[in-house]
């Protein structure tokens, strides 16, 4: 069945990087986009990247310029690269197949100091 684990996040301060990971199986990875969302207690998810099968990507207004978002193929693994993060990054990242209605359990990220 289709499966997507992520992994990487934790508590950091802010100003640093982060790279999550979102491990998958029980599909053809490299057929699908992938992306990264992000929840807070009382919001909606809100999508923060997406990756195309062939590389092209889009990012919220949010986070472009900090966030960059990739897959290795032959990983079966996307991840997104977070840079300078700042408290209101702090949420929960879930990776999702959207063609596949997939989603990852997710991954909490604070950013405190």
């Known amino acids: 069945q289709v499966q997507l684990v992520e992994s990487g996040g934790g508590l950091v301060q802010p100003g640093v990087s982060v790279r999550l990971s979102c491990a998958a199986s029980?599909?053809?990875?490299?057929?699908?986009?992938m992306r990264w969302y992000r929840q807070t207690p009382g919001k909606e998810r809100e999508l923060v990247a997406t990756i195309t099968t062939s590389g092209n990507t889009n990012y919220a207004e949010s986070v472009k310029g900090r966030f960059t978002i990739s897959r290795d193929n032959a990983r079966n693994t996307a991840y997104l690269q977070m840079n300078s993060l700042k408290p209101e990054d702090t949420a929960g990242y879930y990776c999702?197949?959207?063609?596949?209605?997939?989603w990852g359990q997710g991954t909490q990220v604070t950013v405190s100091s």
């Open positions: 029980g599909f053809t990875f490299s057929n699908y986009a």
């Open positions: 999702r197949v959207l063609a596949l209605g997939a």
